[in-house]
């Protein structure tokens, strides 16, 4: 495996900055493609120190731009904690490029499997090329890799999907016929379930700078994105409008933010469980224990999220759909805020929904 540090200048109508940054790929002669745009702060002074000192810290992450950005927001937030990570030079980002970042010609669904945009990542915390991970929950698998742990998860960004397009305020004011792009399943049969009329692309891949290039050439009439992506990438003046949790449920952990480190590793524990945000943490258990329960994949469109009400209860949400959308099945718990219940809620209902759902029902 080879190591490169590399020097990006980015420019954007946003921002025009200089990263300097860390990449792992196998193949050492290559550079992976980087795009950066958005919202992404490095400060070029540290270039040169970084090179001459050994960082205390070495944070993976996926090389686009939405997870450099939560790379920076966890490297921000480590520094501001801890004063001996915020010299010159303590922590240093390391990009490492994922089995769904290289195959961007298939559908998720068509090259399956689980941990798509993790598992390379974790094979190189593992092998102590990095100290701790950022990922993006939804991209996270229900089962860990032996040796990991993950302790922390930041606090939540809006959960909800955006709807984007440049001829129209809705999906209900689309003549039918029209093309929604989207790579996500969950998505496709909640909206033609809603919306028979409309066509979807599936194979609608790419960062969230792709996605809208696609849609202002006119590839797609609209596509749906993750409100938390665009928020984080300060990208939100390109939403038409945002979906209610009842026209679109969300992703399992969508919004969210988690780190792992390894499991024998106390002080990046003790670095991450100061991070922690336990609100968030029980609520992504709880979608989890769902998800793990329905045995969810790339090819299976299912939804759900956790949330505190009023009262300081969970209210859980769960759904299943065919691919299709013509079926879809829907359930709810409420219950105490606490993880033993949060978890057994969530295992509830995903009991409930496959007894409804029976044999054959994601094959539609």
Do not use: W
Not at 75 to 96: C, F, N, T, W, Y
Not at 294 to 314: H, K, Q, V, W
Request: proline share 4%; net charge negative; glycine share 8%.
């Amino acid at each position: 495996m080879g190591v490169k540090r590399c020097t990006t200048e980015i420019n954007t109508k946003y921002h025009a900055i200089a990263i300097d940054y860390i990449e792992v790929n196998k193949d050492s002669s290559r550079f992976s493609d980087f795009h950066g745009v958005g919202l992404i702060r490095a400060v070029a002074a540290e270039q040169q120190v970084e090179k001459t000192k050994v960082a205390l810290l070495r944070i993976g992450t996926r090389g686009s731009p939405l997870a450099l950005a939560q790379a920076h927001e966890t490297r921000d937030k480590l520094m501001a904690s801890h004063p001996e990570l915020a010299e010159d030079g303590a922590i240093q980002i390391v990009v490492i490029k994922t089995t769904g970042d290289k195959i961007l010609s298939q559908p998720l669904a068509d090259i399956g499997g689980k941990g798509l945009f993790t598992k390379e990542i974790d094979d190189a915390l593992i092998n102590g090329d990095i100290d701790i991970a950022v990922h993006s929950m939804k991209d996270v698998p229900t089962y860990l890799p032996e040796k990991t742990i993950l302790p922390c998860n930041l606090p939540r960004e809006d959960v909800r999907d955006a709807f984007i397009s440049l001829s129209a305020g809705s999906f209900a004011e689309l003549p039918a016929g029209s093309i929604i792009g989207t790579a996500s399943l969950r998505r496709k049969s909640q909206l033609l379930n809603r919306y028979p009329s409309l066509k979807v692309l599936e194979n609608f891949r790419g960062n969230v700078q792709t996605r809208l290039r696609k849609l202002n050439e006119g590839v797609v009439q609209a596509t749906l994105l993750a409100l938390a992506g665009l928020r984080r990438l300060n990208m939100t003046e390109n939403v038409t409008s945002i979906l209610s949790i009842d026209e679109m449920l969300p992703a399992v952990a969508q919004g969210a933010i988690g780190i792992a480190c390894r499991s024998d590793d106390d002080i990046m524990a003790n670095y991450l469980a100061s991070l922690n945000h336990e609100e968030t943490r029980l609520a992504v258990v709880c979608e989890r224990a769902f998800l793990e329960t329905l045995d969810g994949s790339c090819r299976t469109p299912i939804a759900g999220y956790a949330s505190r009400d009023e009262d300081g209860n969970c209210i859980f949400k769960g759904l299943v759909a065919s691919p299709d959308g013509t079926r879809v099945l829907e359930t709810s718990r409420r219950g105490p805020y606490a993880i033993e219940d949060m978890i057994a809620m969530g295992k509830d209902a995903g009991q409930e929904l496959l007894s409804r759902a029976g044999p054959g029902f994601f094959d539609s």
